[in-house]
């Protein structure tokens, strides 16, 4: 649709020489264009002179060209004529008048024509500041704008009324480009506001560029506000697609996606036939298409009110960060539990996002500790209903919807009160790296599932139970060969039915790893050996390195290492094991370890072995000795008894004797 001139050019917009026309006293004939005055480049119009008497002759004049541009004679009189322009050109554009010749004389000009040719240059941008949602009774705001040096630009009203404005260009915000500011209004919602424009040069005020996209206001009305949503998700990873669903009324003629900040229409649903429902489909999701949304639909009755707002995010623009539990992520039944999301990159904000069940989600601000940036949350209390599987992302402030990958997700055991499982090795907990590690969690009750949990550690290994043999349920979990790494405390669960909610937990095993501190203590026996059965025996443990703690380990004993704090003596640390007397059952090899605090399942290098050896000789000694007096003691005791025997029997004889 072409816009009138009435109010499209200035004055004094013309150059070269006026058209000097001799002044006729006929009356001025009338000079239109169609289809219209502004016409794009390469299309046909035609210029139509009118007037109420018969003439014999038409003239059309082109300012800046001294005689006629076009004469048309008639063999008889006419009164309208035709000038066509098959193909309009930059060169056709300009301003025009015509005259016609009769037998009573010359008519007077016809009032100017302004010939507009479009597509000339390259088109500008036209905005609304700060949106093209304004309220009914506001002022809008247009910019067109363009890195072309244009010298005006030209708004144009595309339905109703087609009103014009034309303003000096300006220097604008962004480097290089020359804009203008066009202020339209009240707006109101019975009317469409839509809107292009244009930009010209003053030497060439009748040659226009392309016209810009058309940009439409949107102004919401009182119909109920529509249903909005996002599907699969309102996260989206990067390159994935994602629809956006506008919901109105059954009479719904068209609809339309406002992003906020977005200055420019976003995008638009029409249709011949009424729809109660659209789609808005983005193929492949970018960091440019996050935001904030709402969507409006219309009706013969106008707009409806705004969508309530959706946020629809990027993931995957940063690296992930960390999440992890404190201290583990098992936790009891109704206890809350602290969550660290952190990262090295400077994030803003962390959002915490539970994945399945309600989605729930929460934000914090970031903190700085010891070089990285985290938020500590706290959530709970903690029930079964809930699937606690968490993931977390980081974002800046600028761009709120432009998160990070997800952290690896997290999940909780809760646990409950059903009896718990135990936990063992078939190996030494004190393990040798390249040594495969298994541990066996395994229980009489009935569990369906065994899981792993290790101190400070993120992830929570499950595996099926099996039964080898009747009456018992267990799982294995295969670690393999030992590093530093599963260094650590352990303890299992089970759980029955799929439930969420799992038993007590295991006693802790600890695995320890050998050989990852540099430092090789020494071991001695007190007394030297061989020690005599029931002596007291020690075994002292010393290190020239600074250590907290020391291990005392039997060869082939099945319970856990001894430990002992260090004690510093004579700059050195050691540790004073106290075996207690001397037996057969002491017998054996030891050697010990030393740990740091810092590391305390990172043991040093093994000392030597000693060979603890108890003297049996000495034990058989004792034997014969207390077999020996255990006999004498009896003899001792026949004698007695004899001799109490005797004494009674006397005493006996002798009063019956006084009775006789």
């Known amino acids: 649709m072409m816009p009138s001139l009435t109010a499209l050019l200035c004055l004094g917009m013309s150059v070269g020489p006026s058209i000097q026309v001799q002044s006729g006293t006929l009356p001025k004939p009338r000079l239109w264009a169609e289809p219209g005055p502004v016409i794009s480049l390469g299309a046909t119009v035609d210029l139509w002179c009118a007037w109420t008497l018969g003439a014999q002759q038409c003239h059309l004049l082109k300012e800046g060209i001294s005689v006629p541009w076009r004469t048309q004679t008639f063999e008889m ?46 088109k500008p941008r036209l905005s609304a500041l700060p949106s093209p949602v304004v309220m009914s ?20 009203e595309e339905r109703g009324a087609k009103n014009s404005w034309t303003q000096n260009s300006q ?10 500011m066009f202020r339209v209004g009240p707006v109101t919602p019975s009317h469409r506001w839509t809107f292009r424009c244009y930009g010209c040069y003053r030497i060439q005020p009748q040659v226009w560029s392309e016209p810009s996209d058309t940009l439409e206001l949107v102004v919401p009305g009182t119909l109920p506000k529509a249903s909005f949503w996002a599907e699969p998700s309102s996260v989206i990873p990067p390159s994935k697609p994602v629809a956006l669903l506008c919901e109105g009324t059954l009479d719904t003629q068209e609809y339309y996606l406002d992003k906020e900040g977005w200055p420019v229409n976003w995008d638009r649903q029409t249709s011949a036939a009424p729809m109660s429902r659209t789609k808005f489909s983005i193929p492949s999701m970018r960091a440019n298409d996050a935001g904030r949304y709402r969507c ?54 962390f959002i915490l996002t539970e994945e399945g069940g309600d989605k729930r ?43 990070s990958e997800p952290s690896d997700a997290l999940q909780l055991l809760i646990s409950g009160q059903s009896r718990k499982p135990s936990l063992l090795t078939q190996q030494s907990p004190i393990l040798a790296p390249g040594h495969n590690l298994t541990l066996q969690c395994r229980s009489d009750l009935g569990y369906d599932t065994f899981a792993l949990s290790k101190e400070g550690a993120g992830d929570l290994p499950q595996h099926p139970s099996r039964q080898p043999q009747a009456g018992l349920f267990q799982a294995d979990f295969f670690l393999g060969p030992g590093k530093r790494s599963h260094g650590g405390r352990y303890r299992c669960y089970g759980r029955r039915n799929h439930s969420s909610e799992w038993s007590a937990p295991s006693e802790p095993l600890d695995i320890l790893i050998p050989g990852q501190l540099t430092a090789t203590p020494s071991l001695s026996v007190h007394p030297r050996p061989p020690v005599s059965s029931g002596e007291n025996v ?123």
């Open 538 to 660: 020690k075994l002292l443990c010393q290190s020239q390195n600074p250590m907290d703690t020391f291990l005392l380990y039997k060869e082939g004993a099945a319970d856990c290492p001894l430990h002992l704090r260090s004690e510093p003596r004579a700059q050195q640390s050691q540790a004073e094991f106290s075996l207690g007397a001397a037996s057969l059952d002491l017998r054996g090899t030891y050697w010990c370890y030393a740990s740091q605090n810092s590391t305390p399942y990172l043991l040093s290098q093994p000392s030597d072995t000693v060979d603890l050896e108890v003297s049996a000789t000495h034990v058989q000694d004792y034997t014969v000795g207390n077999l020996v007096r255990m006999g004498l003691a009896g003899v001792v005791l026949i004698v007695l008894g004899i001799l109490l025997f005797k004494d009674q029997h006397s005493q006996s004889t002798t009063q019956d004797a006084a009775m006789m």
């Open 361 to 403: 989600s929460w934000t914090l601000d970031s903190q700085h500790n010891r070089g990285n940036f985290q938020a500590l949350f706290t959530v709970g209390p903690v029930i079964p209903k809930h699937n606690w599987t968490l993931k977390c992302y980081g974002y800046d402030k600028k761009n709120m919807q432009v998160w």
């Open 77 to 122: 009189p006419m009164n309208t004529t035709k000038f066509s322009i098959p193909s309009m050109t930059e060169h056709d554009a300009g301003r025009y008048h015509c005259y016609y010749n009769s037998s009573a004389g010359r008519s007077e000009p016809s009032e100017p024509l302004e010939l507009v040719v479009t597509g000339v240059h390259n």
């Open 171 to 180: 220097r604008g915000g962004l480097r290089g480009q020359v804009q203008a």
């Open 296 to 349: 409006y639909y219309r009706t013969p009755a106008g707009w409806s009110q705004p969508s309530e707002p959706l946020e629809l995010v990027v993931t995957g623009v940063y690296s992930k960060p960390s999440l992890s539990a404190l201290p583990s992520p098992v936790v009891n039944l109704g206890e809350n539990i602290t969550l660290q999301c952190a990262s090295q990159r400077g994030f803003h904000r």
């Open 137 to 156: 009774g506001k002022t809008a705001t247009l910019q067109c704008g363009s890195l072309q040096k244009y010298d005006r630009f030209i708004l144009t």
